[in-house]
Structure formats: structure tokens, C-alpha cells
């Protein structure tokens, strides 16, 4: 008997960053032992820096999409994770969701930052994002 997916779904504001590189991660190393979404309660698309850094480890994110979070409320998920904050706030109920989660990740979208201070930052919190991944997915599969 084959085992269904894991169904995650990983929630942050503007689904543009944290909740991307950490859909990316669960994906890669879950394969076909996870089904992952991600999506935001404020999406404001998919952050070039997210896609180039995770591209630097392998990782494709590029096919992504920025969701609302709206769009996925009615579907059934193992586990609905958010990863920031405000999300963790202003995030809907998951009524078919057996089990929620947080984790903040710290946000690397900084505006005032010089480029190589900037990708600096975003490596930092996807590399945090891939370890925090791994023990996920090592307690649940």
C-alpha cells in the first residue's frame, strides 16, 4: 500500500520570500513523500533575491506563484506552518488542517541595505529556512 503525501501548506505575509524558500526546501527534500503550497495573507510576488539564492544551492524556485491564502483555506493539509509573525496573526483558521505551526524567520527584505549586504541576508535566512526544513521533515515523515 502506497502512502499518500504529506500535505503541507507554509503561510507568511507577502509570500515572497520566507514561505517561498521554505516551500523550495520541504520540496526538495521531501520529494515525492510531500505535496507542499505556500501562499501569503498579503502576496506581493515572488522576490528575485529568493529565486537567485535558492538557484545557488540547486534549488528552483522560479515556477512558484505568489498566492493568497484565501485560495487554499477549504483544502485538507497535515500541517499548516507559518513562518512569520504577522501571518501567524492575521492568518485564517485551517479548519481541515490537522496540525499548525510557527516558526518566525527573520525578514530579509531590507530596503536600506547595500546589494551584497542584501543577498548576504537573504543566504543567511534561506540557509536557517533549510536547516529548520530538514528537522521538520526528518520529525514527520
Known amino acids: 500500500m502506497t502512502r499518500r503525501p504529506l ?3 507554509v503561510v ?3 509570500n515572497r520570500a520566507r514561505s517561498q524558500m521554505a516551500h523550495g526546501w520541504l ?3 521531501g520529494g515525492a513523500h510531500v505535496s507542499v503550497d505556500s501562499a501569503g495573507t498579503e502576496p506581493k510576488g515572488l522576490h528575485p533575491l529568493a529565486i537567485e539564492v ?3 544551492v540547486g534549488v528552483d524556485i522560479s515556477d512558484h506563484t505568489s498566492d493568497h491564502v ?3 483555506v477549504g483544502d485538507e493539509y497535515d500541517l499548516v506552518l507559518t513562518v512569520c509573525d504577522t501571518a501567524r496573526q492575521n492568518c485564517p ?3 481541515c ?3 499548525t505551526l510557527h516558526h518566525a524567520f527573520e525578514d530579509p527584505d531590507y530596503p536600506d541595505m547595500s546589494e551584497g549586504e542584501f543577498k548576504d541576508v537573504f543566504r543567511r ?3 536557517e529556512i533549510r536547516d529548520f526544513s530538514r528537522e521538520l521533515l526528518d520529525r514527520c515523515l
Do not use: H, N, S, W
Open 7 to 9: 500535505r503541507l501548506l
Open 27 to 29: 520540496r526538495y527534500f
Open 54 to 56: 535558492m538557484e545557488e
Open 125 to 127: 535566512i534561506r540557509d
Open 97 to 99: 488542517a490537522k496540525q
Open 12 to 14: 507568511c505575509t507577502g
Open 70 to 72: 484565501d485560495k487554499y
Open 93 to 95: 483558521v485551517f479548519p
